[in-house]
């Protein structure tokens, strides 16, 4: 159960209407992670903030930014964002099978975007630290270092997203995303 109302943009407060409104837009649909956040005027304007940083100025396809925000959810156990990106992801080229394996940590149809995913995952699952060898498997399979500079906010921005989920209690209005198995 949420344990913070979704607003609509007409029930959301006045300071938060606009960048609802823009990101609703952008969406399709009012989400209710958007519509939550909507909430706290300032909760919602750090993550437009920091997804607009993103969207002007960062260099990664869909396929890598899904790539990135499956391995961050799934690390982090955020059962919204694992649904929303999976239909992102979809969207972006992916097929099902291969969201599955991005969750589950093993992505065999793209070496270069497993090591992208392996340095996602390491960041948030180690307040920040990357070993040597995952840094260094991510330079060998093509990404620059200004890529996995990069990737941080990529991290960061979904991070915030997994964690707010957690704290809100976020309610699902997206198809849920397949089990990872065993």
């Not at 930014?65 to 969207?91: F, P, W």
Request: aromatic share 6%; hydrophobic share 40%; with cysteine.
């Amino acid at each position: 159960m949420p344990r913070i109302p979704a607003h609509t943009i007409e029930t959301a407060p006045q300071q938060s209407r606009d960048t609802l409104a823009a990101i609703s837009k952008r969406m399709g649909k009012t989400l209710n992670i958007h519509a939550g956040m909507a909430h706290s005027p300032v909760v919602l304007a750090t993550y437009a903030g920091m997804s607009g940083a993103l969207r002007e100025h960062g260099t990664f396809d869909a396929r890598t930014r899904e790539t990135i925000a499956l391995a961050v959810g799934n690390q982090n156990d955020c059962h919204y964002c694992q649904s929303a990106h999976t239909v992102s992801a979809k969207a972006a080229g992916l097929s099902e099978e291969q969201t599955i394996a991005i969750r589950a940590g093993r992505i065999d149809f793209d070496g270069k975007l497993a090591a992208i995913a392996e340095v996602a995952r390491q960041i948030a699952s180690s307040t920040g630290t990357v070993t040597d060898e995952a840094w260094t498997a991510a330079l060998a399979a093509g990404w620059s270092e200004q890529q996995l500079a990069e990737t941080f906010a990529h991290v960061a921005v979904n991070l915030y997203t997994n964690y707010f989920n957690h704290f809100a209690g976020t309610e699902l209005d997206l198809p849920e995303a397949p089990a990872v198995g065993a």
